[in-house]
Protein backbone atom coordinates (compact mmCIF):
# COMPACT_ATOMS: atom_id res chain seq x y z
CA UNK A 1 0.00 0.00 0.00
CA UNK A 2 1.27 3.42 -0.98
CA UNK A 3 1.65 6.44 1.31
CA UNK A 4 1.29 9.67 0.29
CA UNK A 5 4.15 11.80 0.73
CA UNK A 6 3.84 15.13 3.65
CA UNK A 7 4.12 17.32 0.31
CA UNK A 8 1.22 15.75 -1.36
CA UNK A 9 -0.88 15.81 1.73
CA UNK A 10 -0.49 19.31 2.07
CA UNK A 11 -1.29 20.42 -1.45
CA UNK A 12 -4.09 17.94 -0.67
CA UNK A 13 -5.38 19.57 2.36
CA UNK A 14 -4.90 23.23 0.57
CA UNK A 15 -7.15 21.98 -2.47
CA UNK A 16 -9.69 20.14 0.03
CA UNK A 17 -9.84 23.54 1.68
CA UNK A 18 -10.19 25.82 -1.35
CA UNK A 19 -12.99 24.21 -2.43
CA UNK A 20 -14.95 23.78 0.21
CA UNK A 21 -14.64 28.29 0.52
CA UNK A 22 -16.03 28.19 -2.86
CA UNK A 23 -19.18 25.44 -2.97
CA UNK A 24 -22.25 26.78 -3.54
CA UNK A 25 -24.86 27.53 -0.93
CA UNK A 26 -21.77 26.89 1.99
CA UNK A 27 -21.98 31.11 2.52
CA UNK A 28 -21.61 31.35 6.63
CA UNK A 29 -20.72 27.69 7.21
CA UNK A 30 -17.53 26.85 9.70
CA UNK A 31 -15.12 26.80 6.92
CA UNK A 32 -14.65 30.52 5.88
CA UNK A 33 -14.58 34.11 7.03
CA UNK A 34 -17.10 36.37 5.87
CA UNK A 35 -14.95 40.20 6.16
CA UNK A 36 -17.37 43.23 6.27
CA UNK A 37 -16.83 45.75 4.13
CA UNK A 38 -19.92 48.36 3.37
CA UNK A 39 -22.99 48.25 5.68
CA UNK A 40 -26.81 49.53 4.62
CA UNK A 41 -29.93 49.32 5.50
CA UNK A 42 -29.45 46.17 7.52
CA UNK A 43 -26.82 44.37 4.75
CA UNK A 44 -23.04 43.24 5.03
CA UNK A 45 -21.32 43.29 2.29
CA UNK A 46 -18.22 40.55 3.03
CA UNK A 47 -15.69 39.30 1.09
CA UNK A 48 -15.47 35.31 1.37
CA UNK A 49 -11.80 33.80 1.08
CA UNK A 50 -10.29 29.89 1.57
CA UNK A 51 -9.77 29.81 5.26
CA UNK A 52 -8.36 27.49 7.95
CA UNK A 53 -11.76 25.57 9.05
CA UNK A 54 -12.95 25.32 12.45
CA UNK A 55 -13.83 21.76 13.30
CA UNK A 56 -16.07 20.34 15.97
CA UNK A 57 -14.43 19.39 19.03
CA UNK A 58 -16.18 16.80 21.97
CA UNK A 59 -14.68 19.11 24.61
CA UNK A 60 -13.79 22.86 23.96
CA UNK A 61 -10.27 23.79 24.97
CA UNK A 62 -9.48 26.48 27.51
CA UNK A 63 -6.10 27.58 25.46
CA UNK A 64 -8.16 30.14 23.64
CA UNK A 65 -6.93 33.35 22.09
CA UNK A 66 -7.47 36.70 23.96
CA UNK A 67 -10.82 38.08 22.44
CA UNK A 68 -9.22 41.74 21.79
CA UNK A 69 -6.05 39.78 19.98
CA UNK A 70 -7.83 37.31 17.80
CA UNK A 71 -6.66 36.77 14.03
CA UNK A 72 -7.89 35.19 10.85
CA UNK A 73 -5.70 32.73 9.37
CA UNK A 74 -6.56 32.61 5.29
CA UNK A 75 -5.07 31.39 2.38
CA UNK A 76 -5.16 33.50 -0.73
CA UNK A 77 -7.02 32.37 -4.08
CA UNK A 78 -3.92 31.82 -6.92
CA UNK A 79 -5.91 34.29 -8.81
CA UNK A 80 -5.96 36.61 -6.48
CA UNK A 81 -9.96 37.49 -6.90
CA UNK A 82 -12.68 37.62 -4.31
CA UNK A 83 -16.36 36.11 -4.44
CA UNK A 84 -18.34 39.49 -3.18
CA UNK A 85 -21.87 38.46 -1.19
CA UNK A 86 -24.13 40.87 0.61
CA UNK A 87 -25.91 38.87 3.34
CA UNK A 88 -29.11 40.79 4.20
CA UNK A 89 -29.99 40.39 7.99
CA UNK A 90 -33.17 42.34 8.09
CA UNK A 91 -34.26 39.44 5.79
CA UNK A 92 -32.75 36.92 7.84
CA UNK A 93 -34.32 38.46 10.76
CA UNK A 94 -37.67 37.89 9.52
CA UNK A 95 -36.53 34.67 8.38
CA UNK A 96 -36.00 33.43 12.06
CA UNK A 97 -38.55 35.72 13.80
CA UNK A 98 -40.69 32.44 14.53
CA UNK A 99 -37.29 30.32 15.08
CA UNK A 100 -36.72 28.75 18.67
CA UNK A 101 -33.60 30.35 20.41
CA UNK A 102 -32.04 26.83 19.95
CA UNK A 103 -32.73 26.86 16.09
CA UNK A 104 -31.34 30.82 16.54
CA UNK A 105 -28.13 29.99 18.62
CA UNK A 106 -27.53 26.74 15.91
CA UNK A 107 -27.72 28.96 12.82
CA UNK A 108 -25.01 32.09 14.55
CA UNK A 109 -22.61 29.64 15.46
CA UNK A 110 -22.87 27.83 12.28
CA UNK A 111 -22.38 30.89 10.91
CA UNK A 112 -19.75 32.38 12.63
CA UNK A 113 -17.64 29.61 14.39
CA UNK A 114 -14.90 30.96 16.74
CA UNK A 115 -15.04 34.25 15.85
CA UNK A 116 -18.30 34.77 17.69
CA UNK A 117 -19.06 34.73 22.10
CA UNK A 118 -21.50 34.90 23.88
CA UNK A 119 -22.17 37.58 26.37
CA UNK A 120 -22.67 36.28 29.62
CA UNK A 121 -24.14 38.52 32.32
CA UNK A 122 -24.00 36.52 35.56
CA UNK A 123 -27.76 36.50 35.25
CA UNK A 124 -30.37 34.46 33.97
CA UNK A 125 -28.73 34.73 30.54
CA UNK A 126 -27.38 31.31 31.54
CA UNK A 127 -29.92 30.17 29.06
CA UNK A 128 -28.17 31.30 26.31
CA UNK A 129 -25.20 28.84 27.36
CA UNK A 130 -27.46 26.48 27.89
CA UNK A 131 -28.75 26.58 24.03
CA UNK A 132 -25.10 26.76 23.10
CA UNK A 133 -24.46 23.77 24.70
CA UNK A 134 -27.54 21.68 22.90
CA UNK A 135 -26.59 22.68 19.47
CA UNK A 136 -23.37 20.54 19.77
CA UNK A 137 -21.44 22.87 18.26
CA UNK A 138 -18.08 24.71 20.36
CA UNK A 139 -18.27 27.98 21.77
CA UNK A 140 -17.00 31.12 23.73
CA UNK A 141 -18.45 32.32 26.55
CA UNK A 142 -16.84 36.32 27.77
CA UNK A 143 -17.88 38.33 30.36
CA UNK A 144 -17.21 41.83 31.88
CA UNK A 145 -15.92 42.27 35.44
CA UNK A 146 -16.63 45.55 36.43
CA UNK A 147 -14.93 44.92 39.79
CA UNK A 148 -17.91 45.83 41.57
CA UNK A 149 -20.33 42.53 41.03
CA UNK A 150 -22.08 41.06 44.08
CA UNK A 151 -20.01 37.90 45.59
CA UNK A 152 -22.81 35.52 44.77
CA UNK A 153 -22.10 36.29 41.23
CA UNK A 154 -18.56 35.68 41.00
CA UNK A 155 -19.24 32.21 42.80
CA UNK A 156 -21.76 31.61 40.08
CA UNK A 157 -19.30 32.40 37.50
CA UNK A 158 -17.20 29.48 39.24
CA UNK A 159 -20.15 27.32 39.19
CA UNK A 160 -20.88 27.88 35.27
CA UNK A 161 -17.07 27.00 34.24
CA UNK A 162 -17.44 23.74 36.37
CA UNK A 163 -20.82 23.22 35.26
CA UNK A 164 -20.63 23.02 31.74
CA UNK A 165 -16.39 22.46 31.51
CA UNK A 166 -15.32 25.54 30.06
CA UNK A 167 -13.53 28.60 30.87
CA UNK A 168 -15.46 31.80 31.09
CA UNK A 169 -13.55 34.60 29.09
CA UNK A 170 -13.15 37.86 31.46
CA UNK A 171 -12.98 41.72 30.23
CA UNK A 172 -11.74 44.29 32.87
CA UNK A 173 -11.74 47.58 33.00
CA UNK A 174 -9.07 49.92 32.45
CA UNK A 175 -6.83 50.18 35.96
CA UNK A 176 -5.90 53.83 35.31
CA UNK A 177 -9.40 54.96 33.87
CA UNK A 178 -10.93 53.67 37.48
CA UNK A 179 -8.13 55.17 39.49
CA UNK A 180 -8.81 58.52 37.71
CA UNK A 181 -12.70 57.76 38.17
CA UNK A 182 -12.41 57.12 41.83
CA UNK A 183 -9.88 59.68 42.78
CA UNK A 184 -11.81 62.64 41.31
CA UNK A 185 -14.79 61.66 41.75
CA UNK A 186 -15.18 58.89 44.45
CA UNK A 187 -16.86 55.66 44.86
CA UNK A 188 -20.58 56.45 44.78
CA UNK A 189 -20.45 59.05 42.02
CA UNK A 190 -23.35 57.76 39.72
CA UNK A 191 -25.66 58.75 42.62
CA UNK A 192 -25.04 62.12 42.10
CA UNK A 193 -24.65 62.74 38.33
CA UNK A 194 -25.51 59.02 36.69
CA UNK A 195 -24.59 55.84 36.11
CA UNK A 196 -23.38 56.44 32.51
CA UNK A 197 -20.06 57.73 33.46
CA UNK A 198 -19.03 54.97 35.55
CA UNK A 199 -20.81 52.11 33.22
CA UNK A 200 -18.15 53.98 30.52
CA UNK A 201 -15.59 52.91 32.12
CA UNK A 202 -15.91 49.23 33.66
CA UNK A 203 -18.56 47.88 31.31
CA UNK A 204 -18.81 49.91 27.63
CA UNK A 205 -14.54 50.29 26.93
CA UNK A 206 -14.05 46.93 28.33
CA UNK A 207 -16.35 45.25 26.06
CA UNK A 208 -15.69 47.70 22.99
CA UNK A 209 -11.96 45.81 23.45
CA UNK A 210 -13.53 42.51 23.62
CA UNK A 211 -15.53 42.99 20.27
CA UNK A 212 -12.90 43.71 18.48
CA UNK A 213 -11.55 40.81 18.49
CA UNK A 214 -14.67 38.90 16.87
CA UNK A 215 -17.30 38.94 13.81
CA UNK A 216 -20.26 38.52 16.28
CA UNK A 217 -21.80 38.22 19.48
CA UNK A 218 -24.77 36.59 21.10
CA UNK A 219 -26.54 38.52 23.99
CA UNK A 220 -29.29 38.25 26.44
CA UNK A 221 -31.64 41.14 24.91
CA UNK A 222 -35.46 39.83 25.11
CA UNK A 223 -38.13 42.24 24.40
CA UNK A 224 -40.40 42.30 27.52
CA UNK A 225 -36.80 42.98 29.36
CA UNK A 226 -37.45 46.68 28.92
CA UNK A 227 -40.71 48.37 26.88
CA UNK A 228 -38.62 51.76 27.14
CA UNK A 229 -35.29 50.84 24.87
CA UNK A 230 -36.17 46.86 23.79
CA UNK A 231 -39.00 46.55 22.65
CA UNK A 232 -38.14 46.50 18.83
CA UNK A 233 -35.16 44.60 18.97
CA UNK A 234 -34.56 42.18 16.20
CA UNK A 235 -33.18 38.48 16.91
CA UNK A 236 -30.26 39.29 14.62
CA UNK A 237 -28.52 42.34 13.30
CA UNK A 238 -26.14 44.74 12.18
CA UNK A 239 -24.72 46.01 15.72
CA UNK A 240 -25.47 49.58 15.27
CA UNK A 241 -22.68 50.79 17.73
CA UNK A 242 -19.45 48.45 17.80
CA UNK A 243 -17.00 47.46 16.05
CA UNK A 244 -15.98 44.00 15.43
CA UNK A 245 -12.30 42.33 14.51
CA UNK A 246 -12.43 44.20 10.65
CA UNK A 247 -13.21 47.67 11.75
CA UNK A 248 -15.91 50.51 11.18
CA UNK A 249 -19.97 50.48 11.58
CA UNK A 250 -20.91 47.00 10.23
CA UNK A 251 -18.20 45.03 10.86
CA UNK A 252 -19.80 43.05 13.68
CA UNK A 253 -23.65 41.66 14.21
CA UNK A 254 -25.04 40.76 16.84
CA UNK A 255 -27.45 37.88 17.63
CA UNK A 256 -30.51 37.98 20.20
CA UNK A 257 -31.42 34.48 20.61
CA UNK A 258 -34.11 35.21 23.46
CA UNK A 259 -35.49 38.37 21.92
CA UNK A 260 -38.96 37.19 21.73
CA UNK A 261 -39.08 34.44 24.72
CA UNK A 262 -40.45 36.11 27.79
CA UNK A 263 -38.63 36.26 31.30
CA UNK A 264 -40.91 33.73 32.55
CA UNK A 265 -40.52 31.05 29.75
CA UNK A 266 -36.98 31.41 30.33
CA UNK A 267 -37.11 30.04 33.34
CA UNK A 268 -39.13 28.05 33.02
CA UNK A 269 -36.47 26.30 30.45
CA UNK A 270 -33.48 26.88 33.07
CA UNK A 271 -35.88 24.97 35.90
CA UNK A 272 -36.52 21.96 33.34
CA UNK A 273 -33.07 21.74 32.65
CA UNK A 274 -31.32 21.74 36.26
CA UNK A 275 -28.66 24.70 35.25
CA UNK A 276 -27.26 26.91 37.82
CA UNK A 277 -28.47 29.77 38.57
CA UNK A 278 -27.30 33.00 40.35
CA UNK A 279 -28.77 32.83 43.84
CA UNK A 280 -29.48 37.02 43.90
CA UNK A 281 -32.48 35.35 42.14
CA UNK A 282 -33.89 33.67 45.29
CA UNK A 283 -33.49 37.32 47.06
CA UNK A 284 -35.89 39.62 44.50
CA UNK A 285 -33.33 40.07 42.44
CA UNK A 286 -34.42 39.80 38.88
CA UNK A 287 -32.38 42.03 36.43
CA UNK A 288 -28.30 41.62 38.04
CA UNK A 289 -25.69 44.12 37.76
CA UNK A 290 -22.79 45.94 39.73
CA UNK A 291 -23.56 45.71 43.72
CA UNK A 292 -24.48 49.12 44.37
CA UNK A 293 -26.66 49.38 41.20
CA UNK A 294 -28.51 46.61 41.68
CA UNK A 295 -31.32 45.83 43.98
CA UNK A 296 -34.14 43.74 44.63
CA UNK A 297 -37.43 44.43 42.93
CA UNK A 298 -41.02 44.50 44.65
CA UNK A 299 -43.37 41.97 43.18
CA UNK A 300 -45.61 43.71 40.32
CA UNK A 301 -42.03 45.80 39.76
CA UNK A 302 -40.76 45.43 36.27
CA UNK A 303 -37.72 43.58 36.29
CA UNK A 304 -35.39 46.56 35.00
CA UNK A 305 -36.54 48.83 37.84
CA UNK A 306 -34.47 46.69 40.07
CA UNK A 307 -31.64 48.45 37.98
CA UNK A 308 -30.65 52.30 38.68
CA UNK A 309 -33.57 52.60 40.71
CA UNK A 310 -32.77 56.05 41.41
CA UNK A 311 -33.27 57.82 37.93
CA UNK A 312 -35.45 58.15 35.28
CA UNK A 313 -36.68 54.29 34.94
CA UNK A 314 -37.52 54.80 30.67
CA UNK A 315 -33.90 54.33 29.28
CA UNK A 316 -32.25 51.81 31.95
CA UNK A 317 -28.93 50.90 29.29
CA UNK A 318 -25.40 51.01 30.68
CA UNK A 319 -23.95 51.70 26.95
CA UNK A 320 -23.73 47.87 25.88
CA UNK A 321 -26.76 48.41 24.26
CA UNK A 322 -26.78 51.72 23.39
CA UNK A 323 -28.28 51.18 19.52
CA UNK A 324 -31.88 50.29 21.71
CA UNK A 325 -32.08 53.95 22.40
CA UNK A 326 -32.59 56.38 19.18
CA UNK A 327 -34.97 59.11 18.99
CA UNK A 328 -34.98 60.26 22.34
CA UNK A 329 -31.42 60.80 23.42
CA UNK A 330 -29.98 61.00 19.30
CA UNK A 331 -32.21 63.88 18.08
CA UNK A 332 -31.56 66.21 20.77
CA UNK A 333 -28.10 66.02 20.16
CA UNK A 334 -28.27 67.32 16.58
CA UNK A 335 -27.92 70.37 17.29
CA UNK A 336 -24.70 69.75 19.35
CA UNK A 337 -25.51 72.79 22.20
CA UNK A 338 -26.83 70.80 24.42
CA UNK A 339 -30.17 72.47 25.69
CA UNK A 340 -32.17 69.99 23.84
CA UNK A 341 -33.29 72.17 20.78
CA UNK A 342 -34.63 70.47 17.98
CA UNK A 343 -32.83 70.85 14.22
CA UNK A 344 -34.40 73.32 11.65
CA UNK A 345 -34.27 70.79 8.79
CA UNK A 346 -35.79 67.47 11.10
CA UNK A 347 -38.32 66.10 11.30
CA UNK A 348 -38.66 66.63 14.66
CA UNK A 349 -39.94 69.59 14.62
CA UNK A 350 -42.07 68.98 11.80
CA UNK A 351 -43.77 66.02 13.96
CA UNK A 352 -47.59 65.65 14.10
CA UNK A 353 -48.76 66.78 17.42
CA UNK A 354 -50.07 63.61 19.47
CA UNK A 355 -51.98 63.02 22.55
CA UNK A 356 -55.07 64.60 21.10
CA UNK A 357 -58.38 63.90 22.73
CA UNK A 358 -61.30 66.00 24.40
CA UNK A 359 -60.59 64.80 27.27
CA UNK A 360 -56.45 66.04 27.56
CA UNK A 361 -56.12 69.43 28.41
CA UNK A 362 -53.15 71.23 26.32
CA UNK A 363 -51.29 73.19 28.95
CA UNK A 364 -49.18 76.12 28.03
CA UNK A 365 -46.03 76.78 29.78
CA UNK A 366 -48.12 79.60 31.85
CA UNK A 367 -50.72 77.25 32.57
CA UNK A 368 -48.42 74.49 33.92
CA UNK A 369 -46.38 77.55 35.56
CA UNK A 370 -49.79 77.90 37.46
CA UNK A 371 -50.72 74.66 37.84
CA UNK A 372 -47.53 73.87 39.76
CA UNK A 373 -47.39 76.91 41.85
CA UNK A 374 -50.55 76.06 43.76
CA UNK A 375 -50.13 74.35 47.16
CA UNK A 376 -53.81 73.59 47.01
CA UNK A 377 -56.11 72.42 44.13
CA UNK A 378 -59.92 71.88 43.29
CA UNK A 379 -58.78 68.61 41.44
CA UNK A 380 -55.75 66.37 40.83
CA UNK A 381 -54.15 66.82 37.91
CA UNK A 382 -52.21 63.68 35.71
CA UNK A 383 -49.61 65.12 33.25
CA UNK A 384 -47.55 64.16 30.64
CA UNK A 385 -44.41 65.82 29.23
CA UNK A 386 -43.87 64.61 26.13
CA UNK A 387 -42.14 65.24 22.43
CA UNK A 388 -44.66 64.64 19.56
CA UNK A 389 -41.37 63.29 17.95
CA UNK A 390 -40.23 60.79 20.50
CA UNK A 391 -41.25 57.18 19.19
CA UNK A 392 -41.48 56.49 23.48
CA UNK A 393 -44.30 59.08 23.79
CA UNK A 394 -45.90 58.22 20.35
CA UNK A 395 -46.19 54.31 21.80
CA UNK A 396 -47.93 55.42 24.60
CA UNK A 397 -50.31 57.22 23.29
CA UNK A 398 -53.16 55.42 22.94
CA UNK A 399 -53.07 53.99 26.53
CA UNK A 400 -52.71 57.61 27.99
CA UNK A 401 -55.88 58.57 25.84
CA UNK A 402 -57.75 55.43 26.76
CA UNK A 403 -56.68 56.68 30.82
CA UNK A 404 -58.19 60.08 30.18
CA UNK A 405 -61.22 58.31 28.90
CA UNK A 406 -61.42 56.31 32.26
CA UNK A 407 -60.81 59.24 33.57
CA UNK A 408 -63.30 61.52 32.20
CA UNK A 409 -66.08 62.82 34.93
CA UNK A 410 -64.23 61.16 38.13
CA UNK A 411 -62.55 64.73 39.49
CA UNK A 412 -59.57 63.86 37.77
CA UNK A 413 -58.10 66.09 35.24
CA UNK A 414 -55.43 64.76 32.80
CA UNK A 415 -53.18 66.82 30.73
CA UNK A 416 -50.39 67.09 28.38
CA UNK A 417 -47.51 69.35 28.23
CA UNK A 418 -44.89 70.01 25.13
CA UNK A 419 -41.20 69.65 27.28
CA UNK A 420 -38.95 69.73 24.46
CA UNK A 421 -37.18 72.69 22.66
CA UNK A 422 -37.33 75.95 24.43
CA UNK A 423 -39.22 74.25 27.51
CA UNK A 424 -37.07 71.40 28.07
CA UNK A 425 -34.70 73.30 30.34
CA UNK A 426 -37.98 74.54 32.63
CA UNK A 427 -39.04 70.87 32.50
CA UNK A 428 -35.72 69.21 33.86
CA UNK A 429 -35.09 72.25 35.97
CA UNK A 430 -38.76 72.29 37.60
CA UNK A 431 -41.00 69.19 36.76
CA UNK A 432 -38.22 66.66 36.95
CA UNK A 433 -38.51 65.63 33.32
CA UNK A 434 -35.44 62.76 32.99
CA UNK A 435 -36.07 61.85 29.46
CA UNK A 436 -39.64 61.71 27.12
CA UNK A 437 -42.09 60.32 28.50
CA UNK A 438 -42.34 62.08 31.78
CA UNK A 439 -45.82 61.18 33.80
CA UNK A 440 -46.55 63.38 37.10
CA UNK A 441 -49.43 63.44 39.05
CA UNK A 442 -50.53 67.02 41.13
CA UNK A 443 -52.37 65.98 44.02
CA UNK A 444 -55.08 67.85 45.23
CA UNK A 445 -53.64 69.21 48.52
CA UNK A 446 -49.69 69.00 47.85
CA UNK A 447 -47.48 71.74 45.82
CA UNK A 448 -44.99 68.80 44.69
CA UNK A 449 -45.85 66.80 41.74
CA UNK A 450 -45.55 63.25 42.20
CA UNK A 451 -43.29 61.05 39.12
CA UNK A 452 -44.32 57.78 37.83
CA UNK A 453 -41.59 55.85 38.18
CA UNK A 454 -42.20 52.75 35.52
CA UNK A 455 -41.75 52.07 32.58
CA UNK A 456 -45.23 50.23 32.01
CA UNK A 457 -47.34 52.53 30.70
CA UNK A 458 -50.08 50.25 29.74
CA UNK A 459 -53.84 51.89 30.92
CA UNK A 460 -54.10 48.91 33.60
CA UNK A 461 -50.54 50.13 35.56
CA UNK A 462 -51.99 54.22 34.45
CA UNK A 463 -55.14 53.50 36.35
CA UNK A 464 -53.30 51.96 39.46
CA UNK A 465 -50.98 55.02 39.87
CA UNK A 466 -53.62 57.35 39.80
CA UNK A 467 -56.14 55.78 42.07
CA UNK A 468 -53.26 55.13 44.63
CA UNK A 469 -53.13 58.70 44.52
CA UNK A 470 -55.60 60.43 44.34
Known amino acids: MAFASSSQLRSS ?74 EDYERLAKELENASPLQIMDKALEKFGNEIAIAFSGAEDVALIEYARLTGRPFRVFSLDTGRLNSETYKFFDEVEKHYGIHIEYMFPDAVEVQALVRGKGLFSFYDDGHQECCRVRKVRPLRRALKGLRAW ?79 VLPGQHER ?40 NGSATTAADIFNSQNIVDLSRKGIENLARLESRGEPWLVVLYAPWCRFCQAMEESYIESAGKLAGSGVKVAKFRADGDQKAYAQQELQLGSFPTVLFFPKHSSKPIKYPSEKRDVSSLMVFVNALR
Open 218 to 296: ITGQRKDQSPGTRAEIPVVQVDPSFEGMDGGIGSLVKWNPAANVEGQDIWSFLRAMDVPVNSLHSQGYVSIGCEPCTRP
Open 13 to 86: IASHQLKAALRIGSIGSSDQRLVPSAVAFGKLRRKKMAVRPIYAESERSHLLVPLEASTVASLELEDNSSIEVE
Open 305 to 344: EGRWWWEDSTAKECGLHKGNIKEEEAVPQLTGNGNGNLPT
